[in-house]
T-cell receptor, first 111, second 114 residues
Framework: RKEVEQDPGPFNVPEGATVAFNCTYS??????FFWYRQDCRKEPKLLMS???SGNEDGRFTAQLNRASQYISLLIRDSKLSDSATYLC????????????FGTGTSLTVIP | GAGVSQSPSNKVTEKGKDVELRCDPI?????LYWYRQSLGQGLEFLIY????????KSGLPSDRFSAERTGGSVSTLTIQRTQQEDSAVYLC????????????FGDGTRLSIL
């Protein structure tokens, strides 16, 4: 079983739609959680950290469910510029400070 | 402030040659990571440094791959006797110490083996 699993998609949604991605992780001792965004042929960029109480940044909301070991990302009022691959990342101190990446969920926002 | 810097941006070389990739992390970041990403694929972990030591080398795909970090700063990833399957984007990331500290990535080195 992979440490981090995501639905690869693709998700194709119209502009203005709300879309949600889920990610599950295998290690209950995982300590911190992040969502990254990766545009085609570019490096991953931090979108937001995910905190236990959930957090919001503009149109983006991240939630953490430790009991069920999943995190989610909700994007409201989708923009064309939101088209990208969204990577779920989990930090575990198994071998020092180790990060585990999901394979990413592809989102295309359609005009 | 400067972000993570990688060089070269692109490297094209013949099969069998050795290549050296460089990563200059964000100043003060003690943790440094190397990944590679083939076209359309996810990130593949290669190696992680804490300071100058490498607690986790488990991702290095073969003994042709090695990495070092000196002075707790710059790191080099060396691939000896390159093969065509080594073609990929090699990404470096750095972070502060601490479980809540995210990684910050460089632009990557696009390696093509002819």
């Amino acid at each position: 079983r992979k440490e981090v699993e995501q639905d690869p998609g693709p998700f194709n949604v119209p502009e203005g739609a709300t879309v949600a991605f889920n990610c599950t992780y295998s290690n209950s001792a995982s300590q911190s959680f992040f969502w990254y965004r990766q545009d085609c042929r570019k490096e991953p960029k931090l979108l937001m950290s995910v905190y236990s109480s959930g957090n919001e940044d503009g149109r983006f909301t991240a939630q953490l469910n430790r009991a069920s070991q999943y995190i989610s990302l909700l994007i409201r009022d989708s923009k064309l510029s939101d088209s990208a691959t969204y990577l779920c990342v989990v930090n575990m101190k198994t071998h020092g400070n180790q990060f585990y990446f999901g394979t990413g969920t592809s989102l295309t926002v359609i005009p | 402030g400067a972000g993570v810097s990688q060089s070269p941006s692109n490297k094209v070389t013949e099969k069998g040659k050795d290549v050296e990739l460089r990563c200059d992390p964000i100043s003060g970041h003690t943790a440094l990571y190397w990944y590679r990403q083939s076209l359309g694929q996810g990130l593949e972990f290669l190696i992680y440094f804490q300071g100058n030591s490498a607690p986790d080398k488990s991702g290095l795909p073969s003994d042709r791959f090695s990495a070092e970090r000196t002075g707790g700063s710059v790191s080099t990833l060396t691939i000896q006797r390159t093969q065509q399957e080594d073609s990929a984007v090699y990404l470096c990331a750095s972070s502060l110490e601490g479980a809540r500290e995210p990684q910050h990535f460089g632009d990557g080195t696009r390696l093509s083996i002819l």
